[in-house]
């Protein structure tokens, strides 16, 4: 009778050993600093969303007494008004991020990739170089330019001499266009760098076998970049639920919280007047689960519309 015993030599064992110490001690740093920065925080905001935190020690002989009061806070956050006035802001930035500097960046990196313009390196640089500037600059920038005794409020004086400046009843709209000025150029390197990619003979082919540039763009070249699309949206997507900074130099959510953003909204809460600890992350939370329904809904999107690179 045969047997099913393998055996295995104190040399196999050895090696087997070694590389498993050597996969953790690669791994295992990397993994407690993701404990620590990301999933510890992550649970700890869903904890202090359900409780009645408002501030002091949580820990020590000097604790302050907590106690769960479930989705109390959640409740609350629903009915207030500035939370609906903020998410609707986020969206109108996730609208001009996915269907605004993702379509420009890609048609501008289009035309450079065919050779269609001259001066690429010259449009390339101007494009992308908002990108390079610090947001707080950026927002100081154009808080000067479009103020009321600014730039722009003069140039539109000068064809409409009754205009009053700071009483547009859209001041989001002002965000919205500096927003999709200063990212498109993000967009615009992505997609270069991925059209470079792709082997220009395979167009050429196409053209020669009567294909138009429309069709060899939709056959050939979208298809090619469905899975940069789709990261394109991911990041714009993420990015647009947290804007912060830029918003909060240029309009600080004024006038009277017409510029509010979901970020914002919990900065305010969190850290203006009372602290309501409880609140802020409850909005943070909320975010997080906005993000992963939209970013989960691209992803079908692409599943079932987008090809294959």
């Given at each position: 009778m045969g047997s099913n015993v393998k055996m295995h030599s104190p040399g196999r064992i050895t090696i087997h050993g070694e590389e498993r110490r050597a996969y953790w001690s690669f791994v295992l740093p990397a993994f407690l600093v993701y404990l620590f920065v990301m999933a510890f925080p992550t649970?700890?905001?869903?904890?202090?969303?359900?409780?009645n935190y408002k501030g002091g020690a949580l820990?020590?002989?000097?604790?302050?007494?907590?106690?769960?009061?479930?989705f109390q806070y959640y409740?609350?956050?629903?009915?207030?008004e500035y939370f609906w006035l903020a998410l609707k802001n986020n969206?109108?930035?996730?609208?001009?991020?996915v269907f605004g500097q993702i379509p420009l960046g890609f048609f501008m990196a289009y035309l450079i990739f065919r050779g269609m313009i001259r001066g690429r390196d010259f449009f390339q640089t101007v494009i992308y170089l908002p990108c390079v500037i610090s947001t707080v600059v950026i927002g100081r920038l154009w808080k000067a330019?479009?103020?009321?005794?600014?730039?722009?409020?003069?140039?539109i004086r000068l064809f409409n001499p009754s205009y009053v400046a700071g009483n547009s009843e859209?001041?989001?709209i002002a965000v919205l266009l500096v927003i999709l000025w200063m990212y498109t150029g993000t967009y615009l390197i992505i997609f270069l760098a991925n059209l470079q990619k792709i082997d220009t003979s395979i167009i050429e082919a196409a053209k020669i076998d009567g294909a138009t540039e429309f069709q060899a763009l939709r056959y050939i070249i979208l298809p090619a970049l469905s899975g940069v699309i789709v990261t394109s949206a991911i990041l714009a997507i993420s990015g647009s639920l947290k804007s912060f900074d830029l918003i909060y130099v240029m309009t600080s959510g004024g006038p009277a919280k017409q510029t509010y953003v979901?970020?914002?909204y919990m900065y305010d809460t969190a850290f203006k007047g009372a602290p309501n600890y409880p609140l802020?992350?409850?909005?943070?939370?909320?975010?997080?689960?906005?993000?992963?329904?939209?970013?989960?809904?691209?992803k079908a999107v692409e599943k079932r519309f987008g090809g294959r690179e």
């Open positions: 649970v700890f905001a869903v904890f202090l969303s359900l409780t820990f020590g002989p000097k604790r302050r007494p907590v106690s769960i009061v479930g409740k609350q956050m629903f009915t207030d969206m109108w930035i996730v609208f001009i991020s330019i479009t103020a009321p005794n600014g730039v722009i409020p003069d140039i859209h001041p989001m979901l970020s914002i802020a992350n409850a909005v943070s939370i909320v975010m997080c689960v906005i993000s992963f329904i939209m970013i989960g809904i691209t």
